[in-house]
């Protein structure tokens, strides 16, 4: 069954640094998307992804965060000077059609750690 | 805002024994509920679906129904076993939104033997 990976499972990075979580979506899937999930918290959307474009994004998709399909097979979020406040897991998630939320498929996540 | 709420864990069960979690939501408009799992070192997966009011949504031995007017959406198994053990999240699915998901905080689920 196709599934979508995410490397690395585990990133840990001092405040203040750049990271960048990759994603291999499903091969054939059209839409991107990042969600969070801070300990203890809600799974958060953060932001979808089509045709080379944010299609939507939340509050806290902020201007240190963006998204990029770097070639035909991986879409990355990049946080730009990472925060304490930014630790959490992400999940990346890919989609066929952009409605129907039941072809969603996500990966299994990277738990980001910022010290 | 809409929102989605689900009763904390963890929950502990031994097998074979009677599961509800509880969810409760608030949305406008007429949002598709959901329940996903996710077992150790692995993704989200979906576990079952309800689109409309009524819907009763069924997976596993799971069930869930789309209940509009306890605004609800609670999930059931008659026997639990071991390998259910797991964390379960209720969501809900924003009509036109681009599969934007709304998600509950999560409920671990332990089952002993």
Not at chain 2, 16 to 38: K, M, R
Not at chain 2, 59 to 74: Q, V
Not at chain 2, 81 to 92: N, P, R
Request: glycine fraction near 10%; charge should be negative.
């Amino acid at each position: 069954e196709p599934e979508v990976t995410q490397t690395p499972s585990h990133q840990v990075t001092q405040m203040g640094q750049e990271v960048i979580l990759r994603c291999v979506p499903i091969s054939n899937h059209l839409y991107f998307y990042w969600y969070r999930q801070i300990l203890g918290q809600k799974v958060e959307f953060l932001v979808s992804f089509y045709n080379n474009e944010i299609s939507e994004k939340s509050e806290i998709f902020d201007d240190q965060f963006s998204v990029e399909r770097p070639d035909g097979s991986n879409f990355t979020l990049k946080i730009r000077s990472t925060k304490l406040e930014d630790s959490a897991m992400y999940f990346c998630a890919s989609s066929q059609g952009g409605q129907g939320a039941e072809k969603l498929f996500f990966g299994s996540g990277t738990q980001l750690s910022v010290l | 805002g809409d929102s989605v709420t689900q009763m904390e864990g963890p929950v502990t069960l031994s097998e074979e024994a009677f599961l509800t979690i509880n969810c409760t939501y608030t949305a406008t408009g007429y949002p598709s509920l959901f329940w996903y799992v996710q077992y150790p070192g692995e993704g989200l997966q979906l576990l079952l679906k309800a689109t409309k009011a009524d819907d009763k949504g069924s997976n596993k031995g799971f069930e869930a129904t789309y209940r509009k007017e306890t605004t609800s959406f609670h999930l059931e198994k008659g026997s639990v076993q071991v390998s259910d053990s797991a964390v379960y999240f209720c969501a809900l699915g924003i009509s036109g939104g681009y599969n934007k998901l709304i998600f509950g905080a999560g409920t671990r689920l332990a089952v002993h033997p």
